[in-house]
């Protein structure tokens, strides 16, 4: 059957709530991602494995629902939208796979540049790789076309912003740099994400109008498990000792600091 009605999808069916949640996932999930990897210098080999683990799951969890809450936004005119799960559970693992490696290339021991531009490019692509793994996921009853530079102009955002990101939670010396890192990689992740539906184009299979419909119904279930393994994350990492003593001290120093001693605390650096 031939396309016979173009659509322009619509992202906010919902107006500014998903959007708004999405980021607010992306963020949470990036904060709470990179409070683990600052936890790896100067811990034991297994200690560093647990928290680059923990802070993987986080992130990925972090694009993987920030993907999920904003396609609950999307809808095509009247047409029903449904998922494959065994794909859209895929792009789940990808994220938490490329989020692993970044954090893992970004806390070496190696120049910093290198180490923030190798874990900038491999977060930022993975992300994008995610974000489109997740669309091929969506079915309907229509031929779906991708603007190459936009999808490109997406990429390129993300994986720019990302690196700044990583830039500042490696370099700044304060706990707050780890949110203001968060911050600016949510909005890296949410405009990539805004920019490749905005992408997007679909032509209907046929020209039957009716009232917009979301993936509500389809997509809500999917987010119960990763959310809860979210929120479990940052309730352990708020209960660690560290949170309390760097979230009390000056900027720059370090608890029991005496007061003519000036420390440096610098996250991701080699001790």
């Known amino acids: 059957m031939l396309p016979a009605a173009a659509v322009q999808p619509n992202v906010l069916t919902y107006g ?6 999405a980021y607010g996932m992306a963020v ?5 991602g990179l409070r683990c990897a600052m936890r790896t210098p100067g811990a034991e080999a ?10 993987s799951v986080a992130v990925g969890i972090g694009i993987f629902t920030m993907h999920v809450v904003a396609m609950i936004g999307f809808s095509v005119g009247g047409a029903p939208i449904d998922y494959d799960m065994l794909t859209t559970y895929g792009s789940l693992l990808l994220a938490v796979l490329v989020s692993a490696v970044a954090l893992f290339v970004v806390s070496r021991r190696r120049p910093a540049w290198l180490a923030v531009l190798g874990g900038g490019v491999v977060l930022g692509l993975g992300a994008a790789a995610t974000h489109f793994t997740g669309m091929t ?12 530079r936009v999808m490109a102009i997406a990429a390129a955002v993300v994986v720019v912003v990302t690196t700044v990101a990583l830039w500042c939670a490696r370099r700044i010396r304060h706990m707050g740099a780890s949110v203001a890192a968060a ?15 905005a992408g997007m184009s679909v032509r209907l299979f046929t020209d039957d109008g009716g009232v917009g419909s979301s993936s509500l119904g389809v997509l809500t279930p999917v987010l119960i498990g990763p959310v809860l393994v979210l929120l479990l994350i940052t309730l352990f990492v708020s209960l660690d000792p560290m949170m309390e003593r760097d979230g009390g001290r000056k900027w720059g120093t370090r608890p029991g600091e005496g007061a003519g001693e000036k420390l440096e605390w610098t996250p991701f650096e080699s001790r």
Do not use: D, H, K, N
């Open 46 to 55: 297994r200690e560093q494995a647990g928290w680059l683990a923990l802070g």
């Open 16 to 21: 500014p709530v998903t959007p708004l949640l």
């Open 183 to 197: 911050v600016i990689m949510g909005t890296g992740f949410i405009a990539m994400q805004y920019l490749g539906m």
């Open 28 to 32: 949470l999930g990036s904060a709470v």
């Open 137 to 148: 996921a969506m079915r309907i009853a229509g031929a779906v076309r991708y603007e190459g």
